[in-house]
C-alpha cells in the first residue's frame, strides 16, 4: 500500500536554531512531493512542491526541502526557524500516473518554536 | 482575491441524519477535492471534481456524495450520518492545464460534529 510518514509526532526546536521537520514516502513511480503547514483552526496552506528538477526546492516563509529519491525522502528544513513557525506540518505525495490529483497525507508533525 | 471558502464553519448533527456541506473555489480554479480530516489525522481524500464530472473518489462509502455546479463550486453530503464522520471537512481547488495547478489551495473547513 502506498504511503507517507512523518516519523516524529512533534518537533521542539529554540528560535533562531535550524529546524528539519522529517518525511518519507512508500509511493510507486516518480511521485509529486508537497509540504503544508496547517494554523489551529485554519484550512491548510501550501508551502512547497517538488515535481522534477533540482533536488532542493525553496518555499514560503523561507522554507525549503530536500528530495532524496535513493533515501525516499523529503525533508523539510529551515535555517532559523521563529517562533511564528510554531504549527502543524504535512508532508503530502501524488503517485504518479494518478490522474486524480490525489494526494496521500502522513499524519503530521507538530512544530513548536520556544523562544 | 478571495481564497477558497466554506460553509457552514461548524455543523453538530445526529446519529442517522444528513448534512450537505458547500465550498466555493478560487475564481478560475475549476477543480474542487474533499478532504476528511479527524483529530490528529492527515487528510484523507474523499472526491475530486472537474468541470461538473467525478474524476476521483476515495475509500469512502456511497453515504458520502458531492456534485459540481456549472459556476465551479461544490456540495459533499453524507447521509445516515455515524459517529465516526465527525470530522473537519476540508474543501480544496485548483487551477488546471499549468504546473502551478499541481498545488491546491485549501479553504478553512467545515467542522462536523455527529452526536
Known amino acids: 500500500a502506498q504511503s507517507v510518514a512523518q516519523p516524529e509526532d512533534q518537533v521542539n526546536v529554540a528560535e533562531g536554531n535550524p529546524l528539519t521537520v522529517k518525511c518519507t514516502y512508500s509511493v510507486s513511480g516518480n511521485p509529486y512531493l508537497f509540504w503544508y503547514v496547517q494554523y489551529p483552526n485554519r484550512g491548510l496552506q501550501f508551502l512547497l512542491k517538488?515535481?522534477?528538477?533540482d533536488n532542493l526546492v525553496k518555499g514560503s516563509y523561507g522554507f525549503e526541502a530536500e528530495f532524496n529519491k535513493s533515501q525516499t525522502s523529503f525533508h523539510l528544513k529551515k535555517p532559523s526557524a521563529l517562533v511564528s513557525d510554531s504549527a502543524l506540518y504535512f508532508c503530502a505525495v501524488r503517485p504518479t500516473g494518478d490522474s486524480n490529483y490525489q494526494l496521500i497525507w502522513g499524519a503530521g508533525t507538530k512544530l513548536i518554536i520556544k523562544p | 482575491d478571495a481564497g477558497v471558502t466554506q460553509s457552514p464553519t461548524h455543523l453538530i448533527k445526529t446519529r442517522g441524519q444528513h448534512v450537505t456541506l458547500r465550498c466555493s473555489p478560487i475564481s478560475g480554479h475549476k477543480s474542487v477535492s474533499w478532504y476528511q480530516q479527524v483529530l490528529g489525522q492527515g487528510p484523507q481524500f474523499i472526491f475530486q471534481y472537474y468541470e461538473k464530472e467525478e474524476r476521483g473518489r476515495g475509500n469512502f462509502p456511497d453515504r458520502f456524495s458531492a456534485r459540481q455546479f456549472p459556476n465551479y463550486s461544490s456540495e459533499l453530503n453524507v447521509n445516515a450520518l455515524l459517529l465516526g464522520d465527525s470530522a473537519l471537512y476540508l474543501c480544496?481547488?485548483?487551477?488546471?492545464?499549468?504546473?502551478?495547478?499541481?498545488?491546491?489551495?485549501f479553504g478553512p473547513g467545515t467542522r462536523l460534529t455527529v452526536t
Open positions: 517538488y515535481i522534477t528538477g
Open positions: 480544496a481547488s485548483r487551477t488546471t492545464g499549468t504546473w502551478s495547478s499541481y498545488e491546491q489551495y
